[in-house]
C-alpha cells in the first residue's frame, strides 16, 4: 500500500508558467482533498473531489485554479498564469467512503521565481 | 473560514515535561483529529476522537474533547526532542461531507 503520493515533491515555476500538481490518492479511497500551506500557517482547504465530480470548491481562488480527479487517473491541481503569492505547499489527502481515515501525501511545495 | 483555533501559538519546554496544547472550534463536528508536522514535511495522524468519545489514549498521547465548550485538549506527556513540531486539529463537520477544516496550529519546540 503506496499511500497518497503526489509528484512532483518541489516544483519551480516562473511567473506566468503553469503549474500541474498530481494526486494519486490510496488504494480504495474514492474522495480527493486538496490543501494549501503558506510558511508558518496552518492548512487552507481548497477542493473536494469524487471521481468526475467536484464536491466542494469554495477554498479555491476564483480565478487560475482548477482540479479534476478524473475516472482513470490521478487528481490534478492545476494553477494557470502562476504569481508569486502561489509560491506554497499544495498537499492532497484521500479517504474511503466513511469520515474517517484520512491519509496525506507528502506535499508539492511550489516556488514561482 | 478556517474552524479550529489553537494555543498557544508557540510553547517551549524542557525534555521530560508535559505539554498541553488547547483547540477550539465554532460547528458543531462528527470529530477531531490531531495531526504533527515536522518543518518542511507532511502531517501524521496522530489520533481522531468521535463527538460521543470524551478522552482517547494512544502512547504518551492524550487527547479530551467537550463538545459542550467546542475544546478539545492533546498532551504530550514525558516530552521528548523529537516531539519538536506543530501540531494541527482538524474537525470534520457533522450533518455534511468528510472534509476537514484545519487550525493555526502550535509549534511547540522540546528543549534537551
Known amino acids: 500500500n503506496a499511500g497518497v503520493m503526489q509528484n512532483p515533491r518541489h516544483l519551480v515555476r516562473r511567473r506566468g508558467q503553469e503549474a500541474r500538481l498530481r494526486c494519486s490518492p490510496m488504494?480504495?479511497?474514492?474522495?480527493v482533498y486538496w490543501y494549501r500551506q503558506l510558511p508558518e500557517e496552518g492548512l487552507k482547504f481548497m477542493v473536494y473531489?469524487?471521481?468526475?465530480?467536484?464536491?466542494?470548491e469554495s477554498g479555491m481562488p476564483k480565478e487560475r485554479f482548477s482540479a479534476e480527479f478524473p475516472k482513470e487517473g490521478p487528481s490534478i491541481l492545476r494553477i494557470q498564469q502562476v504569481v508569486r503569492g502561489d509560491s506554497a505547499a499544495y498537499f492532497c489527502?484521500?479517504?474511503?467512503?466513511?469520515?474517517?481515515?484520512?491519509?496525506f501525501g507528502s506535499g508539492t511545495r511550489l516556488t514561482v521565481v | 473560514s478556517q474552524q479550529g483555533e489553537e494555543d498557544p501559538q508557540a510553547l517551549s519546554i524542557q525534555e521530560g515535561e508535559n505539554a498541553t496544547m488547547n483547540c477550539s472550534y465554532k460547528?458543531?463536528?462528527?470529530?477531531l483529529q490531531w495531526y504533527r508536522q515536522n518543518s518542511g514535511r507532511g502531517l501524521v495522524h496522530l489520533i481522531l476522537?468521535?463527538?460521543?468519545?470524551r478522552e482517547k489514549h494512544s502512547g504518551r498521547l492524550r487527547v479530551t474533547l467537550d463538545t459542550s465548550k467546542k475544546s478539545s485538549s492533546l498532551l504530550i506527556t514525558a516530552s521528548r526532542a523529537a516531539d519538536t513540531a506543530s501540531y494541527f486539529c482538524?474537525?470534520?463537520?457533522?450533518?455534511?461531507?468528510?472534509?476537514?477544516?484545519f487550525g493555526a496550529g502550535t509549534r511547540l519546540a522540546v528543549h534537551p
Open positions: 488504494k480504495g479511497h474514492s474522495h
Open positions: 476522537i468521535r463527538s460521543n468519545e
Open positions: 460547528t458543531s463536528i462528527n470529530n
Open positions: 482538524a474537525t470534520v463537520s457533522s450533518g455534511g461531507y468528510n472534509k476537514l477544516i
Open positions: 489527502a484521500s479517504s474511503p467512503e466513511t469520515v474517517d481515515g484520512y491519509t
Open positions: 473531489l469524487q471521481k468526475e465530480n467536484i464536491i466542494d
